[in-house]
């Protein structure tokens, strides 16, 4: 059974979240009594599809692009990369749901399609997030200048007060930036996915999960998380390292070496020894002699 063609247009991160989605509707149809198999179980992904953006940053280059911000919007990217927010949850806060007693911003709402929505993509989405101290000075600070600082109003609003839309601060603030520092491209998503696979160095994979809001480990591994090759050289060479000292037991198992060593010694003469043949008609002397 293979999806449909329309598919073969997605990239492949998108396939399979289709195909995780039809898998889990079926399930709980099954689950529900509606069907008696999942006839999603065994749903074939198409072999030609379109390669998925792996594009990262490095840490150094997301430090340049805060350096070159103006405070609102220094404040607007720094938050998002430090939380990894989604555009359509960073646009929809509010300075009710600023929390600095807690240090902490709790996600209420989303914007999608120039609406408020009381969801988010995930159940995990409407969560508080973690702010760091300095993030939160950063912020009261912002507040105190910003035109409209009430509970109602949102914290990085529009000119007319409204929510700023995602592709509008796309192209105006992240394509400028990206071409000012020569970056390959510079993306909501892509912020998204550097700080995932940065985080690596970090954390824990769970951790990264928990920042992220993923209702599942193996969209932050498998979708987000790219390999960082100087971590897999660094993971290396830690084993080896680990390998290499000695055991709590050192001396035991020298001495165990050792006298295997010697046993191996021992055998290898008995077995590599040639015995002359001797010729019994002779008079026992060896042949040849």
């Known amino acids: 059974m293979h999806v449909s063609k329309l598919a073969e247009s997605c990239s492949k991160d998108t396939v399979l979240q289709i195909r995780a989605y039809l898998r889990d509707i079926f399930e709980e149809a099954v689950d529900q009594d509606f069907l008696y198999k999942n006839p999603a179980a065994r749903v074939k992904v198409p072999k030609n599809l379109r390669e998925t953006d792996t594009t990262t940053l490095t840490w150094d280059q997301l430090r340049m692009a805060l350096e070159l911000l103006d405070e609102s919007d220094r404040i607007l990217v720094e938050l998002d990369m ?141 979708v987000y998380q790219q390999v960082i090759p100087e971590g897999v050289e660094n993971m290396v060479d830690s084993i080896h390292v680990e390998l290499r000292k000695p055991s709590t037991a050192a001396a035991e198992t020298s001495r165990i070496a050792a006298s295997l060593r010697a046993k191996g010694r021992r055998r290898s003469v008995r077995k590599n020894a040639k015995l002359t043949p001797i010729d019994t008609k002779s008079g026992g002397y060896p042949v040849g002699v």
């Open 82 to 222: 430090t939380d990894a927010l989604r555009p359509s949850e960073l646009f929809a806060v509010r300075w009710k749901c600023f929390e600095p007693e807690n240090s902490r911003l709790v996600i209420l709402e989303t914007v999608y399609k120039g609406k408020i929505r009381p969801f988010g993509k995930t159940k995990k989405s409407l969560a508080p997030v973690h702010l760091p101290p300095v993030l939160v000075s950063d912020l009261l600070a912002w507040k105190a200048r910003c035109p409209d600082s009430s509970p109602e109003a949102f914290i990085f609003a529009s000119q007319s007060g409204g929510f700023l839309d995602t592709g509008n601060y796309r192209k105006r603030v992240l394509k400028k930036l990206a071409e000012t520092l020569n970056l390959p491209n510079l993306t909501f998503q892509i912020i998204r996915r550097t700080i995932a696979t940065l985080s690596q160095t970090k954390g824990h994979a769970k951790a990264t999960q928990g920042m992220m809001r993923h209702s599942r480990v193996a969209t932050t591994t498998d």
